[in-house]
């Protein structure tokens, strides 16, 4: 070979790679690989400078989480289309173009929301506020609690020095009642699934006079529209003094093997292994529950009357009939009493379709070892009484109906249809 024919040959492969750097740089310019933010202040979080090693490695260590334990990924890749763990190269350029703390703290938020799960998120300084405060009062119990909120490094990073007093949970009071038909219909409308010990006290003696004073009407309305959830207990004891009688229903719920070791903070206590199940009622489910899920728990929801259990004179005797509001915003727990009334036949449901995320555990919340970042997951799946997964098919109205509310209630579709029932 000629010096004129190698000169050729390394001219063609200089040309060959200024092309592809042309192009990967070209590439690399796409609105998806990049982010903007404001200052780390804005967020509620303080700047620590960190590398784009360190940003890459803390992404690991979430995607190596998610891998182990997340249970929706066929579920995400159904109904949006988003093939999560198919993206990690998408992910890790977008972390890499990142120029601050601030731009991975945006940059991991918009990875999580390609999830589609409001129960999978990173914290900035307001949700860890709002969270250490609605976790307090549980601190005992919950084991993680020591892992997170405790941490001197994760509290430094979000600049918070534990002081409960500072922190607003609610900026508006939950709860609304009022009469809308005199003698014929009342309505009750739950904005939050509150969890502040003192809101839920105050509010259950504002239910419990407003329902000993509505007790001869035909219908109750309870409007939970918007409603994303918070604490079981809020929505339990409006049930309690509601019934008359005990309810009942049982729920299966799968997970996956995830970090199943002794001292994980995570561990779902009293589980059986899936390859237990008995083919017949493994063969109620999808397909995926018995090829990607390691465990399973039934849980059983037993609700029995106040007058009962506890305090006669808190019995309410209310014999119309109840109707349950909902919209695609109605999720977590108030999912959670969406399903059960469903399923019991508590209330009627009217509006559209839930958004679902049915869940009876602690949700995980652990923090980036690098970054200290705060992360809340997901790991259970539900099965609704039906054998589909909640996460999917949601909760189904019994009347459907354009859900959106309406100061004026004669121009509430969702409260026309109930006079109309």
């Known amino acids: 070979m000629t010096s004129k024919q190698i000169k050729r040959i390394i001219a063609k492969v200089l040309i060959i790679i200024i092309v592809i750097i042309i192009i990967e740089r070209l590439y690399n310019t796409r609105d998806e690989f990049h982010v903007e933010a404001e200052d780390a202040s ?27 334990n997340y249970p929706f990924f066929k579920v995400n890749e159904r109904l949006y289309g988003v093939d ?77 020095d534990g002081d409960l007093d500072s922190i607003v949970l609610y900026e508006e009071p939950v ?120 465990f399973y728990k039934t849980y059983s929801f037993h609700l029995s009357p106040w007058g009962i259990s506890y305090n006669p004179e808190d019995y309410i005797d209310f014999k119309g009939k109840i109707y349950l509001l909902v919209d695609r915003k109605v999720f977590s727990s108030a999912e959670n009493f969406a399903s059960f009334a469903k399923d019991t036949g508590f209330a009627t449901l009217v509006g559209e379709t839930t958004k679902g995320a049915k869940d009876f555990e602690w949700i995980p919340i652990t923090y980036l070892p690098k970054s200290k970042f705060a992360i809340r997951y997901s790991r259970t799946l539900v099965i609704n009484s039906d054998g589909t997964i909640n996460m999917e098919t949601k909760t189904t109205p019994h009347i459907q109906v354009d859900p959106t509310p309406h100061d004026d209630f004669n121009k509430d579709k969702c409260i026309q249809a109930v006079i109309k029932d």
């Open 84 to 160: 999560w763990l198919g993206n990690k190269r998408k992910y890790k350029r977008l972390i890499r173009n990142t120029k601050n703390d601030a731009e991975f703290y945006i940059a991991m938020d918009r990875i999580l929301k390609d999830l589609n799960d409001g129960h999978t998120n990173i914290f900035d300084g307001k949700n860890f506020r709002a969270f250490y405060k609605m976790y307090y009062p549980y601190h005992s119990q919950i084991p993680f609690w020591d892992n997170v909120f405790l941490d001197p490094y994760v509290k430094n990073r979000y600049e918070f």
């Open 175 to 294: 709860l609304e009642t009022k009469v809308l038909i005199e003698d014929e219909l009342a309505y009750m409308k739950i904005k939050k699934m509150a969890g502040d010990y003192d809101i839920l006290a105050e509010d259950y003696i504002k239910i419990k006079e407003f329902l000993k004073g509505i007790e001869d009407y035909e219908k109750l309305i309870i409007d939970i529209r918007g409603n994303g959830g918070g604490n079981d207990t809020y929505w339990m004891n409006i049930v309690r003094l509601l019934i008359d009688e005990p309810l009942n229903i049982e729920y299966y719920a799968f997970f996956k093997d995830g970090h199943r070791y002794k001292y994980d903070p995570y561990k779902v206590q009293s589980v059986a292994p899936v390859k237990k199940l008995d083919k017949k009622t493994l063969g109620k489910f999808p397909e995926e529950i018995a090829t990607d899920f390691d």
């Open 42 to 68: 804005y967020y509620g979080f303080i700047e620590a400078n960190l590398t784009t090693k360190e940003k890459l490695e803390d992404f690991e260590y979430l995607y190596g989480v998610l891998e182990q």
